[in-house]
C-alpha cells in the first residue's frame, strides 16, 4: 500500500501511525530520487531529511504551527507534504516550483530566504510575536544544519533566544557536510559529540556522579565549588555549548528514525522554554553513490544534473561518437578560468592567498586548495567574517582573495565599508555569479553588487568581458596597493576566447573601444559587452553602424573615454547585467551630468528592472528581461527613430 499518494496535505499525515510514517518518508526519498535525478537539483540534502520532514508535518497543525527550513534547498520533502507533490517535476523550472521555499507559492512556506543561517532569528521573531498576541499562535520550529551553524548570525539568534526564553524548538541536523565537508572548531565539536557513546548523558547526572566519585574526590569537588564542576561537564556534557546559552538540549537523535524523532521533537514541542533537538542524518540517504562514498559521494552529489539517475542509480555515461570526438571543445567555465588564474598568481607572488565561505568548488577555490592547501582558507558559512579576517591579512601585507558569490558578499556589507574601504586596504573580492544565475532564483541572482559597492570610497570595481580578461584583470588586482579592488564575472562557460601566455597588467579606469561608428555608442560593462557586440551586428540589418567600447571599470569610471563618445555620437546606451538603479549606466549619467554632456548626447540605459526576477535558465530570463542582443537593438533602434523617445531616452 502506498501512503505518498494520498498525502494532499500535512493534516493528512496525523491519523498514521510511526509505522506507517516510516514507509511514507522512504516513499517520498524514493519520489525526490527519482523526479530530481530526471530533471536535476538539490539531491543530497532533500534525501537526508525525508523521516524529519514526515515527523514535524505529523506533529504540527502546518500553517498555523510554523515550520522554518534554514536556506531551504532541503525542502523539497516539505513541499510534497505540503500539496506539490505532483509539482516536484517543475521545480527550477521556469514558471514551476521555486528551487527554495517561497511565501508567494505555498502558505507552508514560512519563509522565502535562500540564504543559510538565518531560520532561527525568523523563529524568535514569529514566536514574540505570537507571545504579544499578534497573529495566530502556534508552534514554532526552526530546522538548521551543522553547515548553517558556523554562519555567526545563528549565534547571534541562539543567544537571543535563550535570553528572551522564546519557546521554541530548534532542530539542529547534523550530517557534517554544507555543500563540502565542514570546517572549524564547531565542526569538531559535533563531530566529537555525535562519535562518542559515552558523551549521549543528560548534564544533571553528570553532575551528580561526580559528587559521587570514590576516595574522597567526589567531597572535594563538590567543596571546590560550582566553577570546576562546570568546566568538567563542559568536556562530558554534549549540550553544554546550547545549555549555557539557557536553552535546553536532547539529542543526539536518529534523525532517519521516525519512531525516535517523534518522541524528542514530540517532548520539545511541550516544554515552555527553548529546546534543541540534536539530530544525527546522513546527506544523501537510500542513494548509494553518496550514502557510501563517504564525504566525497555526499559533495558529488549534493545536487544531481538533469537525467543523472535512471532506476535509482547513476546513469551510465553516454557513449561518445566519432562526431563528438572531432566537436568543438565547449569554452572554459569562468570559475575553473579564475581558479587556475589564482593558483598562478600565488605561485608568482608568496603573499596571495585565498579565501572561501563554505563555498571552495563553487567559487574555483578547489583548484587552490589541491594544488596549494597552504594557502587556501575556508572559514565556513561566515561571509561577514571572512572579509574581517581578509582585512586582517591585509594589515598585515598579505594580498588576500576573497572568493565570494556576488548574491553572499551582500551580506558582509558593514565589513566591506567599514573595516576594508574605510582603511582602504588591499583586500581583492573576486564575485562569482555576478548577474542572472538562472535556476536557483532571486535569492541567487548577482543582481546588486554594481549599485551597493559603487557608492564606497577607495574601492576599485572592474569586470572582465570574456575569460581572456578575467586572467589580466586578476592579475591586476593582485598587482594593485591602492586599496580595495573588486572584479564580478558571471556563471557557466566563458565567450572562447584564447587566454594569455603571460597576464597583463591593466591601467586603472581606462576602457578601450572595440569598434568604431557614429551616431550610436554602446557600452557595455562584464557580460554587457558581448551583448553590446552582438547588438552591433543587429543594428546593422536597420542601417546603423555603432561604436562599441568596452568600459572595464565602473570605478573609477574613463572619464575622458565617455566624454569622447559624448562629443562624436546622438545616443549612448549603457548595457550591464546589474540592476539599472545605482549601477553601471547611472554612474555614467552621472557623469554626463556633472559635464554638461547631457544636453547634446542622450542616455539609455540596458541593465536589470527594478524588481525581483524570478528562476530559470538564463538564456529564458535574458529575454524576459530584455538582455539580449535582439532586444537592445531594437530598444536603440526605437529611440534612435523616435525623436519623442530619444529626447526622453
Known amino acids: 500500500m502506498s501512503f505518498l499518494e494520498n498525502v494532499n496535505n500535512p493534516q493528512d499525515l496525523h491519523e498514521l501511525d510511526d509505522d506507517q510514517l516510516q514507509q511514507l518518508a522512504q516513499e517520498v526519498r524514493e519520489h525526490v530520487i527519482d523526479t530530481i535525478g530526471e530533471i536535476g537539483g538539490h539531491f543530497g540534502a532533500n534525501l537526508g531529511v525525508c523521516e524529519l520532514a514526515v515527523t514535524l508535518h505529523s506533529l504540527l497543525d502546518s500553517p498555523k504551527d510554523k515550520i522554518i527550513w534554514d536556506v531551504g534547498h532541503q525542502a523539497y520533502p516539505h513541499k510534497v507534504l505540503t500539496g506539490r507533490r505532483d509539482q516536484l517535476s517543475t521545480i527550477r523550472q521556469y514558471g514551476g516550483l521555486a528551487p527554495f521555499c517561497s511565501i508567494f507559492e505555498s502558505e507552508h512556506d514560512i519563509i522565502g530566504a535562500g540564504h543559510a543561517s538565518t531560520s532561527v532569528s525568523y523563529a524568535v521573531g514569529l514566536k514574540e510575536a505570537m507571545r504579544r498576541g499578534i497573529g495566530e499562535d502556534g508552534k514554532v520550529v526552526a530546522v538548521i544544519g551543522d553547515g548553517a551553524l558556523t554562519g555567526g548570525v545563528a549565534f547571534e539568534a541562539l543567544h537571543n533566544a535563550g535570553g528572551m526564553d522564546v519557546p521554541i524548538v530548534i532542530i539542529l541536523n547534523d550530517n557534517g557536510m554544507s555543500i563540502a565537508p565542514n570546517v572549524g572548531a564547531l565542526s569538531r565539536y559535533f563531530n566529537r559529540v555525535r562519535l562518542n557513546p ?3 548523558r543528560a548534564r544533571e547526572g553528570v553532575e551528580t556522579g561526580l559528587t559521587k566519585l570514590p576516595a574522597g574526590i567526589g567531597d572535594r569537588i563538590e567543596r571546590l565549588g560550582p566553577q570546576i564542576k562546570e568546566s568538567i561537564k563542559a568536556f562530558w556534557a554534549p549540550g553544554l555549548l546550547f545549555e549555557e546559552l539557557d536553552l535546553a538540549y536532547v539529542g543526539v537523535i536518529d534523525g532517519h528514525d521516525v519512531h525516535a524523532l517523534r518522541n524528542a521533537i514530540g517532548e520539545a514541542l511541550k516544554a515552555d522554554r527553548p529546546v534543541v533537538v540534536h539530530i544525527k542524518t546522513v546527506k544523501g540517504k537510500g542513494f548509494a553513490p553518496a550514502e557510501e562514498g563517504g564525504l566525497e559521494g555526499m559533495e558529488k552529489w549534493h545536487a ?31 570559475t575553473t578560468v579564475f581558479g587556475n588564474a589564482l593558483v598562478e598568481e600565488c605561485k608568482r607572488d608568496e603573499r596571495v592567498c585565498g579565501i572561501t565561505a563554505a563555498m571552495n568548488s563553487g567559487t574555483g577555490l578547489n583548484i587552490l586548495q589541491k594544488e596549494m592547501p597552504e594557502r587556501y582558507y575556508d572559514v565556513g558559512i561566515a561571509e561577514q567574517h571572512a572579509v574581517l579576517f581578509a582585512a586582517g591579512l591585509a594589515l ?29 586596504l588591499n583586500v581583492v573580492f573576486a564575485m562569482d555569479r555576478a548577474g542572472l544565475v538562472g535556476d536557483d532564483g532571486p535569492t541567487h541572482h548577482g543582481a546588486f553588487d554594481i549599485a551597493y559597492l559603487r557608492p564606497l570610497p577607495n574601492i576599485v570595481l572592474m569586470a572582465p568581458r570574456d575569460e581572456a580578461m578575467l586572467v589580466n584583470m586578476l592579475r591586476t588586482a593582485t598587482l594593485y596597493d591602492g586599496g580595495p579592488i573588486a572584479l564580478r564575472y558571471p556563471r557557466g562557460e566563458a565567450e572562447g576566447v584564447r587566454l594569455p601566455a603571460r597576464p597583463q597588467r591593466i591601467e586603472i579606469g581606462r576602457g578601450e573601444v572595440l569598434r568604431e561608428g557614429e551616431r550610436v555608442a554602446l557600452v557595455g560593462y562584464g557580460f554587457g559587452v558581448p551583448l553590446a557586440l552582438g547588438a552591433a551586428r543587429e543594428l546593422e540589418a536597420h542601417g546603423l553602424d555603432v561604436t562599441v567600447a568596452d568600459a572595464r571599470f565602473a570605478k573609477p569610471l574613463d572619464t575622458d573615454l565617455i566624454e569622447s563618445l559624448a562629443a562624436d555620437h546622438d545616443l549612448i546606451a549603457t548595457i550591464e547585467d546589474g540592476v539599472v538603479m545605482g549601477g553601471f549606466g547611472s554612474a555614467v549619467g552621472e557623469l554626463m551630468l556633472d559635464r554638461g554632456l547631457a544636453a547634446d548626447t542622450h542616455l539609455l540605459r540596458v541593465g536589470l528592472p527594478d524588481r525581483y526576477v524570478a528562476h530559470g535558465k538564463p538564456a529564458l530570463l535574458h529575454e524576459e528581461v530584455g538582455l539580449t ?19 526622453s531616452a
Open 629 to 647: 542582443p535582439a532586444a537592445i537593438a531594437e530598444r536603440v533602434v526605437e529611440t534612435v527613430l523616435d525623436p519623442r523617445a530619444l529626447q
Open 396 to 424: 598585515q601585507g598579505m594580498k588576500p582573495v576573497a572568493a565570494i558569490y556576488s548574491t553572499f558578499l551582500q551580506r558582509a556589507f558593514d565589513q566591506i565599508v567599514h573595516d576594508v574601504c574605510l582603511q582602504n
Open 304 to 334: 544531481a544534473k538533469p537525467a543523472s539517475i535512471v532506476n535509482g542509480a547513476p546513469a551510465p555515461a553516454p557513449k561518445k561518437n566519432g562526431a563528438a570526438r572531432f566537436a568543438k571543445p565547449a569554452p572554459p567555465q569562468y
Open 198 to 200: 559515552k558523551l549521549h
